[in-house]
């Protein structure tokens, strides 16, 4: 349609009910049956509300639009994104591997909750050995996970056959495994005669290893037991979360693994600098953006030369969001270490040159960083993390493992508020920010310019 209408107006209604017991997305267009004149402008809008729908539009050229997605950039956000882009590297080019969740076919019978678990635990404990911990898209917040005690059994393709030595008939194999993981096998048997998983049922499904007891073959099953980001394909705002507990996620949740400095990635892919470059270029529905493999993957990273401060702003956020109650206590200085101090030194990694060529700083450099670098004190958030969630998991510590989580949890609180107490009253500090906001790039992003 590009290339043989001239397009006059796109009014996106996305997130906005415009049919009464409707809940398909809405976008009303006017076009002119004409082929365009090369300079056509088009005035878009994604209205708040129906109160003035068109108050806040832009215009964009028709000839910026691609042939796949159609992106309403206007010229000013075009010419960062086209920045972000040269400073930075597509995040599939880095070390990383990227992988979507597991697919069961059928996860009444292999999600399991904590009461399930335990049975067949104390009916039989070898069974504790297929039995892992999962996170579903639901659990993941920004910064933190909710999770409400699901399990997942863990029996991959070829399994059975590796215990036997070889592929036997079915009634053979399923006698096999009975005997091996007897209340494994009768949980799964209350399910064979269920029509469930597209109708097919546990037995008949197609997502199934060799055996219907299997899961379909899966090449990266030891990358969920690494440390890891995870993230939920539908989210209102980044809900990027670093694992490094073995919890294994389902589909529609994905993850990424990366060799070195992955608590970096963590705060650039949370960062509101680039989910704004995110949003020109994602798909926006009703339930939020979806932040899909396929895109998450060419989200430009630039990574910083001396990673260990932002590895220091990552411990401190992944510790301040442990939980609700601390979410809500330590709200202000969250706001502080993530609005001002991590966005801040963000916009400065991608624009030092930027902010060099406009008069903005001297010298193409990383000022900001430099002045928060010596208040930036490490906690000793991985073994903490560790007695924490080995807290959640297995449901106790030992006596001395309780006793060292307690000392750990008031030396990381003493070391983030003196952190958070020095970084607010450096005047340098607070100086530069300011600056940096200041920029016209920086006001467009936050939707101030």
Same mark, same amino acid.
């Given at each position: ?294 895109r998450i993957e060419k989200i430009p990273i630039r990574l ?72 930036? &004190? ?35 609180? &003493? ?5 958070? &107490? ?28």
């Amino acid at each position: 349609m590009k290339e043989n209408f001239t397009i006059k107006k796109v009014i996106d209604f996305n997130g906005i009910r415009v049919f009464v017991g409707a809940t398909v997305d809405t976008l009303v267009y006017v076009i002119q049956k004409k082929k365009p004149e090369k300079d056509n402008l088009i005035f878009y809008n994604h209205p708040l509300s129906w109160d003035n729908i068109e108050q806040g539009g832009y215009k964009v050229k028709q000839t910026s639009l691609s042939d796949d997605v159609w992106n309403f950039v206007n010229e000013e956000m075009e010419e960062i994104k086209k920045w972000i882009e040269k400073v930075g590297k597509p995040l599939k080019d880095l070390d990383v591997k990227i992988y979507r969740g597991i697919t069961t076919g059928f996860n009444e019978a292999f999600v399991i909750d904590e009461e399930t678990r335990k049975r067949l635990i104390e009916e039989d404990p070898k069974s504790a050995e297929l039995i892992k911990p999962l996170l579903r898209g639901r659990d993941i917040g920004r910064y933190y996970v909710e999770w409400d005690r699901k399990w997942i059994i863990i029996i991959p393709a070829g399994f059975t056959k590796n215990l036997i030595g070889k592929n036997v008939p079915l009634e053979e194999a399923e006698n096999f495994f009975k005997n091996e993981y007897l209340s494994t096998y009768s949980h799964f048997e209350q399910f064979k005669n269920v029509e469930s998983g597209r109708g097919k049922g546990l037995v008949n499904r197609d997502d199934q290893g060799d055996y219907w007891w299997e899961l379909r073959p899966c090449d990266y099953y030891p990358e969920f037991e690494k440390p890891k980001i995870v993230w939920k394909e539908i989210a209102q705002i980044p809900s990027f979360y670093f694992d490094k507990f073995n919890f294994y996620i389902l589909a529609k949740v994905n993850m990424v693994s990366y060799n070195i400095n992955i608590r970096i990635l963590l705060l650039l892919l949370n960062s509101n600098f680039l989910f704004n470059y995110y949003k020109k270029s994602g798909i926006l529905i009703s339930g939020g953006y979806e932040f899909k493999i396929h895109r998450i993957e060419k989200i430009p990273i630039r990574l910083p030369k001396n990673p260990k401060y932002y590895e220091n702003l990552a411990n401190y956020l992944l510790f301040l969001h442990v939980t609700e109650e601390r979410r809500q206590k330590l709200k202000e200085a969250i706001e502080f270490f993530d609005r001002q101090i991590t966005d801040s030194l963000v916009y400065e990694l991608y624009f030092k040159e930027k902010f060099y060529e406009d008069g903005l700083y001297p010298e193409p450099r990383e000022y900001l960083l430099e002045a928060v670098s010596k208040h930036l &004190k490490p906690i000793n958030y991985d073994r903490w993390s560790e007695l924490y969630w080995k807290k959640q998991i297995e449901g106790n510590l030992t006596e001395r493992e309780e006793k060292e989580f307690e000392k750990l949890e008031k030396e990381n609180i &003493k070391t983030v508020e003196g952190v958070y &107490k020095a970084l607010k009253e450096d005047v340098k500090i607070k100086e530069l920010i300011e600056k940096i906001k200041s920029h016209e790039w920086v006001k467009v992003i936050e939707g101030k310019g």
